[in-house]
């Protein structure tokens, strides 16, 4: 018998501190013991569902009460849950689109830091001189995370008989909802900073020509304007509501036959000066936050996808709850400007 084979699954896997159940498993069966054997490139949960010939996606998929043929194959249900809302919530990849590094803790207190560099004027350093000073302290109020999640509401006599990777394509939705909340939280930090300062993202404003015109209009002065606006930092990423992605779509320069083919070819919306544009409903019409994806935000992650592991062992799916704890904090402050075309802004 293979050393997974008789490994004794329990509950208390899913309580470890600061280790999810995979990180568990691989402490007790490391997947570096299995280079060079069939099994190679399963991690030690995939190792388990082969265990107990539980099959989650293709043709021959099982269906849900195949976990539940013995307690040890039910414990590793939670597990199942957590993976397929991790996917969607990878999948809608807004999030990994607009920050720069997730972090993630074990606590829930995370205190960022402040960078500031004294100013220059880039000449070199004479002899005797002093060097221009970096200096990082940290921020006077702690980073505010947020619990996004959902009850998960049916029965065991309901689900039993349901392929898994039918299910699987519901929890990932649930991840989907999750990460669409997360990112309206960071769109929130972008615009107004994030609770460690006072001071709202700069705002570059347009002014108009005398007449003005009686609508407000977007042109591609106007980003360049936002472009030139971030100073060092580089315009790579851009977040805008849908109507105003629509102006941004229909200026001349987007006409280009290359921007043309890669937004029908990729789906990716591709502004002319290569920043990628991202839509959301959290930011006002006739306004852009532009800002270097680099350099701009930072997000906390506090434990990972967590679960009702306990009721979903016992078969006690009715409101079960499938939560995330995160927060965002900015790392350089002028890494992000906000363009406002408004009539009269």
Not at 1 to 21: C, H, N, R, S, W
Not at 74 to 94: C, D, H, M, T
Not at 195 to 222: F, Q
Request: charged share 20%; with cysteine; glycine share 8%.
């Amino acid at each position: 018998m293979a050393f997974y084979e008789g490994i004794k699954l329990e509950k208390g896997m899913y309580t470890v501190g600061g280790k999810d159940f995979t990180n568990v498993l691989e402490e007790l069966d490391p997947s570096e013991n299995y280079r060079g054997t069939e099994l190679e490139g399963l991690d030690a949960y995939q190792r388990q569902l082969k265990r107990f010939n539980i099959k989650v996606s293709g043709a021959n998929c099982d269906n849900v009460e195949k976990f539940f043929s013995s307690h040890d194959a039910a414990v590793l249900f939670p597990e199942y849950i957590a993976r397929a809302v991790r996917q969607g919530i990878k999948a809608s990849n807004n999030l990994d689109s607009v920050t720069a590094v997730k972090t993630n803790i074990d606590a829930i207190d995370y205190r960022a830091v402040n960078y500031e560099t004294q100013s220059t004027t880039g000449a070199p350093i004479a002899e005797g001189t002093t060097m221009p000073s970096v200096n990082v302290r940290n921020k006077s109020t702690l980073v505010s995370l947020a619990k996004h999640g959902r009850l998960f509401s049916s029965s065991y006599e309901t689900l039993r008989f349901q392929n898994l990777d039918v299910l699987a394509i519901i929890l990932g939705k649930i991840g989907e909802d999750i990460a669409a909340e997360q990112f309206a939280d960071a769109v929130d930090v972008l615009l107004n900073g994030d609770g460690t300062t006072a001071d709202k993202a700069k705002t570059i404003k347009v002014t108009y020509s005398t007449p003005a015109p009686t609508v407000a209009t977007l042109s591609y002065s106007h980003l360049l304007q936002l472009w030139e606006g971030l100073g060092v930092y580089n315009l790579n990423t851009m977040v805008a509501s849908a109507a105003t992605i629509k102006e941004i779509l229909s200026l001349a320069e987007m006409k280009d036959a290359n921007a043309g083919l890669n937004f029908q070819g990729t789906g990716n919306i591709v502004t002319p000066m290569g920043a990628k544009l991202i839509k959301s409903d959290k930011v006002s019409q006739n306004q852009i936050i532009g800002f270097d994806k680099n350099k701009a935000l930072q997000m906390i992650q506090y434990g990972n996808v967590v679960i009702d592991y306990d009721k979903l062992i016992d078969r006690q799916l009715d409101r079960a709850s499938i939560s995330v704890t995160a927060g965002f904090t900015r790392i350089f402050r002028d890494a992000v400007r906000v363009l406002n075309y408004s009539l009269g802004n």
